[in-house]
């Protein structure tokens, strides 16, 4: 199976003539152009998703017949693709769509799936083609708050939430939040640097490939739509937040890092950004899990409103199948 590096030498299938292509700044008004008209709540097709998540071709798209593909690409899993995305109000043989990324895959040599399926994308998928089979994958569900749980955190629930900021207060009451702009960008890549550096080394090294993604959003904050928040403690910042509009009544937050030398730094990142920038907005969505424990534990402790479900789409029932989450568990 090619690597990553690879994909940018693939060109076409002779049974699917899917041809893709880097995600590069430039192509944003044509991936918008085939997302953004269907409102997604899920995170996943967001360009900024794409474009920072997606260098050295770990995503590529491709375009034919009206339909968008995503192909992913990453080293400890397998080629897959997400849900074809017909052009909205264009009419489309979606069933011919299925079939051209299933036959791609597989002239690719990788079990066919489709993953990180947004649920009217999984009912069509499925009512256009019963003879595939579908799973839920909850370690790509993405968390939805209100605005108002977490700019108010009222509530039992949030008890302890409130208590975390109570306490932050108490000790930095001369705190400062400002908007992040282009200019605190360096401060922003030095205090991501400070956060690694607290890591042991296996961990710090696992982050690397994050980091690039940290630093193509910082780098990019306007040609991509992103808003920002910072705090500031003693004129020294301590914690920066990105998300953007991923519709017109939900923000999408991307990216949240903070210095856990200053107690209660992430609520408090977190309430204020919501309070400064996301004032007319009426959901949170703040992304998957991935299946980490501590992510999992941290998310469902913010009380969601809902979940945005996704699925995982193939052609034969892959529920003990080995190798599908993984190389090493082949």
């Not at 085939?34 to 995170?43: F, G, R």
């Not at 109570?166 to 890549?189: H, W």
């Not at 309070?275 to 009380?303: F, P, T, W």
Request: charged letters at 30%.
């Amino acid at each position: 199976m090619p690597n990553c590096c690879e994909c940018k030498n693939e060109t076409k299938t002779e049974s699917s003539e899917l041809i893709f292509k880097p995600i590069t700044l430039d192509v944003k008004p044509l991936i918008d152009s085939y997302a953004k008209p269907w409102n997604l709540e899920c995170s996943d097709l967001s360009f900024t998703n794409l474009f920072i998540w997606g260098f050295d071709n770990k995503m590529q798209y491709a375009e034919k017949d009206n339909v968008l593909y995503i192909k992913l690409h990453f080293s400890s899993v397998p080629m897959y693709l997400w849900a074809p995305i017909p052009k909205y109000g264009v009419e489309v043989d979606y069933k011919k769509a299925i079939y051209d990324g299933i036959e791609y895959m597989k002239a690719a040599g990788v079990e066919p799936t489709y993953r990180s399926v947004w649920t009217p994308f999984r009912d069509r998928i499925m009512e256009t083609c019963p003879e595939l089979f579908s799973m839920p994958t909850d370690i790509a569900w993405d968390y939805v708050y209100s605005r108002e749980s977490l700019a108010t955190l009222k509530g039992k629930k949030l008890h302890g939430k409130r208590n975390h900021i109570n306490k932050f207060l108490s000790k930095y009451p001369d705190y400062e939040y400002r908007k992040l702009t282009p200019d605190i960008v360096e401060d922003c890549i030095a205090l991501y640097d400070q956060w690694i550096a607290d890591k042991d080394e296996e961990t710090a090294k696992s982050l690397q490939t994050e980091k690039k993604s940290v630093i193509r959003a910082l780098n990019n904050i306007e040609d991509l739509g992103l808003t920002g928040g910072t705090i500031y403690i003693d004129g020294k910042l301590c914690a920066f937040t990105l998300g953007e509009r991923l519709h017109p009544h939900m923000q999408l937050i991307h990216i949240e890092k903070g210095d856990t030398n200053y107690d209660g730094i992430f609520p408090m990142i977190n309430q204020q950004y919501v309070l400064h920038e996301c004032q007319d907005v009426e959901l949170i969505n703040r992304e998957e899990d991935m299946g980490v424990e501590g992510m999992r534990k941290a998310k469902r402790s913010y009380n969601p409103l809902k979940m945005i479900e996704k699925y995982l789409i193939s052609t034969r029932d892959l529920t003990n199948a080995k190798g599908i989450w993984s190389h090493d568990d082949e």
